[in-house]
């Protein structure tokens, strides 16, 4: 499939499948799919939460589990299929890794290794300390322009690069606003540039016909819109309309999290589903009850202790005499229900991610440029590993990078 046969498919998909993905099972005690798909339903009710949560955390595997109880999944699986660059790890300056945690050292070098690099500058955008910067310069010999709107940051980077004797400048700049430093003999680079940052330097990359651009975009719900607002002139024909929550089931998806962090949200979900079986008693309703986020503070308190802060905060009064462990037993049973169901949601998240990725593809090559799309590094290492390489229909000769 080329880019756009493969836009066309997923789209497809997404539509047809809409009452599978969108739906949540944290708010919704029945599915509209529930009826339809009766043996799924059984499986996924035989499901321990260990299972449940071992399936969320392998989409391969999910998929794969799926398949003979629900046949879209066979199709998923084909349609998510992106091929991954393999590429030797590049020569680097000395010390280039300085102050750079283990894994964020291991994505900069995969992200690196996998560009192709002509004699350009390197311009990048949201660049943080300049990790990956210092690396990237290690490339091609050529300098690097850092932009990056914290001031600790760059006066912390800038250091580095000073002390590395490296051609690396940070530069304070708010990148919502004109950057002047994006030239069209720019390769312009960006790894895990949230939402709209990330959007914002496609639009800058197009309007000024830099030479190349790569991108590994991260966290597209990160946005000021109600819904998503497509890039390509294909994505704003598609008949396909997402909404937040659904720009967040793409990005739904953990393997690095430390497994302390791990017990905390489950904890902190439990309570949750905990309190709302609770509030929908009290209030005789089956409708879900939005409680703000809280953060894993509450845990030092009592299952009882956090039901009330949640009922203050909805203005919502407990009755005397409540049996608490009856209630955080309801909690648990249905945290293993809803992470059981949720597992056909999380089914189709790579699927819209590729939805979402692919309408940046088209929208580079609506402008001019030729796209190549693949996975920079396993998955284990960032689930965030797609890469988007763009380089100008007439880009300029290109000597052999340094491998």
Known sequence: MNHRQRFVRLTALLAEHRDLWQPRAFKQSALPWQGRWPALDRWLDGLSLAEAEQLAADNLSLLTALMPYLPVAE???????????????????????????GRKAAQVLAFAGSLDCGPRPWLEWCAGKGHLGRCLHGRNGQPVVGLEWQPALVA???????????????????????????????????????????IRLLQQVVARGSAALSLSPCCYHLNDAAHYQPLSSAGRAADLVLSVEDLRTAVQETVTAPARVIRQRRQLQQWRLGFD??????????????????????????????????????????PAGLDWPAWEAAGARR?????????????????????????????????????????????????????????????????????
Do not use: M
């Not at 998923?76 to 010390?95: D, H, K, Q």
């Not at 008693?281 to 986020?293: D, E, F, I, K």
């Not at 979402?356 to 590993?385: I, K, Q, S």
């Not at 880009?395 to 340094?402: K, N």
């Open 335 to 403: 945290l293993r229900e809803v992470s059981a169901h949720d597992l056909v949601r999380l089914a189709f998240r790579r699927a819209l991610e590729l939805w979402l990725v692919h309408d940046r593809v088209l929208f580079l090559a609506e402008h001019g440029y030729r796209v190549a799309l693949f996975e920079f590094c396993e998955r284990a290492l960032t689930p965030r590993n797609l890469l988007i390489d763009a380089q100008r229909s007439q880009p300029f000769s290109q000597p052999a990078c340094r491998a």
């Open 156 to 198: 912390e980077g800038n250091a580095l690069a000073r002390r590395l004797q490296l051609p690396v400048q940070l530069r304070l700049r708010d990148v919502h606003g004109e950057v002047p430093e994006l030239g069209r003999a720019d390769h312009a680079v960006a790894l895990h540039a949230c939402g709209q940052l990330h």
């Open 75 to 101: 199709s998923l699986l084909e349609v998510i299929a992106i091929p991954r660059r393999e590429s030797p790890p590049p020569v680097l300056p000395a010390r280039w890794d300085t102050a750079v945690p």
């Open 277 to 318: 079986v609770l509030q929908r008693s009290l209030r005789n309703t089956a409708h879900y009850l939005p409680v703000p986020s809280l953060g894993a503070e509450w845990l030092a308190g009592s299952f009882e202790t956090f039901c009330r802060h949640c009922a203050a905060l909805k203005g919502l009064e407990l």
